[in-house]
């Protein structure tokens, strides 16, 4: 029943809100997300493992062909929902400094 | 000198991760074990580029691959509350008699499986004939000597008796007890008694293998085995009935086994040769005798004085000692302890059970039967558990009827019986009158300081919303003992969640 709650009324950590924004900015791997936010993988996946539980992420793999070429393993990729994107907003109200702790601009150059 | 031990650190990383993987939900481990694989690889890659491993980069990896375990609990963990009991559950009725029977197995397990208990059981139905006494010298305190000679037991016998009407003889002496073939003297000593032919039947004993005797009318006394001396002379032997062994320095034929723990009377006996007539050079012995109704009518405790005459009207002044109570029976002494934990019950608790203000219009007939239903059945449950785990403590590393175990098990009846009875009332004050599910969360309410003022006490609350239980901290003639709250419809907001779910 308590999840049934509205997405802009649930209450993130500040670790899955830290995450939430990295995902935004377009770090949307699990290694990346570590890389950004210094935050170790016994951390980093089992919180994006809630927060696709809770329908604010969402994940889906790359395509072979894509990996095949650049002759590596496919990744897992992980996208904001709508949900999670109203979250972030409530979020970005609850945690301002998260702002200046991820640079979108520098992910959406990589 | 790192760059050759680089397969075997990806080895050990592969081999971490895919031990994490095991504790995934098999449904999603395929996929979350590729994903790991895919991410280790990009690690690897970003630590130590050009495959040249130094110890800070593996660390990091290392670290990274431990984190797996992590992720996969928490898998694991979003999975399991689907498989949990549901809350609802928890310290309900049902909850609490499955324990006890899971506990009065357990006991009862343990109890088939230790020895000394499983000797101590099967006596109980092995019991004696009634209305047995042993007779020995009024001038001897105790029973570790023997003192009746052949001759007077052959005098008692074959003179005619009003108290009895049935002798047995037997005394005890070390002997080689083995095979007819093997040579004399080449085995351990044991403890013979050498009995009268009628000893067994008197006492009214059950013997193995009894039944498989095939006395070929040879003349041969018989000879008992103690289950000790079966095993390890004759290894177990379930067709040993008719065997001809060397006992001493007599020929006899084997009758039976006498199980474990099935001998209580004075002296260490391994085996029993059964002999028409005790020797009359041989030693004083012990005699078993069995009282006619005259002489049971006298019996008024369990010891009785007897005088004797002997051939030159020479007075014995004897002591016939009931066999029956000869030692302790557990079951006697579970009785007693039990007596004596009920009459101490109310000296550690109160033995109310806290329902004087349960309102009739609240709590109908039927759930004052499965409230009451309830008490007995916890009761039912802890007396046998009481007794069995008393027996296992007792008998487990002790020989039957020995003091050391009719003590232990004395003092572990009483003080599992005491605390055993004190929970069961304190577990049933703390019940639900409604649905007899424990109440929780309990709040501390108002201060110590301000009991004259105001109350101040414990507040526990039925988590299915039905009642409210306020216990005073400190018992006041305006609130000397607990009381319930029955919660109406305009509380079920509070518990909407916890029914709900």
């Known amino acids: ?110 | 000198m790192m760059a050759a031990f680089l397969p075997l650190l990806t080895l050990f990383d592969q081999g971490l991760l895919r031990t994490a993987s095991f504790v995934v939900p098999r449904r999603q481990r395929a996929e979350w074990r590729q994903e790991w694989q895919s991410e280790l690889w990009h690690v690897r890659r970003t630590c130590a580029p050009a495959d040249c491993a130094c110890w800070p980069a593996e660390q990091q990896v290392m670290a990274f691959c431990l984190g797996a375990f992590q992720d996969a609990f928490c898998l694991r963990q979003q999975c399991m509350p689907m498989r949990l009991p549901r809350p609802a559950k928890q310290g309900s009725a049902a909850q609490c008699i499955l324990a006890l029977a899971a506990i009065l197995f357990a006991c009862d397990a343990a109890a088939l499986f230790l020895p000394g208990v499983r000797a101590e059981r099967s006596l109980m139905v092995g019991q004696v004939n009634p209305g047995l006494v042993m007779i020995q010298n009024a001038g001897y305190s105790d029973d570790t000597s023997p003192t009746i000679r052949p001759h007077q037991y052959r005098t008692w016998k074959t003179r005619r008796q009003q108290y009895f009407d049935g002798f047995a003889f037997y005394r005890v002496q070390p002997d080689s007890v083995n095979q007819e073939s093997a040579p004399a003297g080449s085995s351990a000593s044991w403890g013979v008694a050498h009995a009268s032919a009628n000893l067994f039947i008197l006492l009214g004993l059950p013997l193995r293998f009894a039944d498989q005797d095939r006395n070929p009318a040879d003349g041969l006394p018989s000879v008992i085995l103690s289950e000790r001396l079966w095993t390890r002379e004759f290894g177990a032997n379930s067709h040993v009935a008719g065997t001809v062994v060397r006992v001493g320095n007599r020929i006899a034929r084997i009758a039976g086994v006498a199980p474990n723990g099935l001998w209580r009377l004075p002296g260490k006996v391994d085996a029993w040769l059964l002999e028409p007539e005790p020797e009359a050079t041989a030693g004083a012995g012990y005699v078993i005798a069995h009282l006619t109704p005259a002489g049971a009518a006298e019996m008024w405790t369990q010891c009785v004085h007897i005088t004797a005459y002997g051939p030159e009207d020479s007075e014995d002044i004897l002591l016939g000692v009931s066999i029956q109570d000869y030692r302790p029976n557990p079951w006697s002494l579970y009785l007693f302890a039990l007596l004596l934990a009920l009459l101490a019950l109310p000296a550690i608790t109160s033995v109310s059970l806290g329902e004087s203000s349960v309102s009739p219009q609240n709590t109908s007939w039927p759930r004052r039967l499965t409230r009451w239903s309830f008490l007995c059945t916890k009761i039912a449950l802890l007396l046998p558990i009481v007794y069995f785990a008393s027996l296992d403590m007792a008998y487990a590393f002790n020989t039957p009827y020995s003091n050391a175990a009719a003590y232990i098990q004395l003092i572990s009846t009483f003080g599992l019986c005491l605390f055993g009875l004190r929970w069961i009332l304190r577990d049933q004050r703390q019940r639900c009158p409604v649905c007899l599910r424990l109440v929780e969360h309990p709040a501390q309410v108002g201060q110590a300081s301000r009991t004259f003022l105001a109350w101040n006490g414990t507040e526990m609350m039925c988590m299915d919303g039905h009642t409210l239980l306020h216990v005073p901290g400190i018992a006041t003639s305006w609130f000397g003992a607990q009381r319930w709250l029955y919660l109406d419809t305009s509380w079920d907001f509070l518990f909407a969640g916890t029914l709900g779910d």
Do not use: N
């Open chain 1, 1 to 110: 029943m308590a999840r049934e709650s509205k997405p802009a009324d649930a209450k993130l950590s500040h670790t899955a809100a830290l995450i939430l924004h990295a995902v935004d900015a377009g770090f949307i791997y699990g290694f990346s997300i570590m890389e950004m936010t210094g935050l170790p993988s016994g951390t980093v996946y089992p919180a994006m493992r809630r927060l696709e539980r809770d329908e604010l992420i969402r994940s889906h793999w790359e395509r072979q062909s894509i990996a095949d070429a650049e002759q590596r393993p496919p990744r897992k990729y992980y996208k904001l929902t709508p949900a999670g994107k109203i979250t972030l907003e409530a979020s970005r109200k609850r945690y301002p400094l998260l702002e200046r702790l991820i640079p979108s601009e520098e992910a959406k150059s990589v």
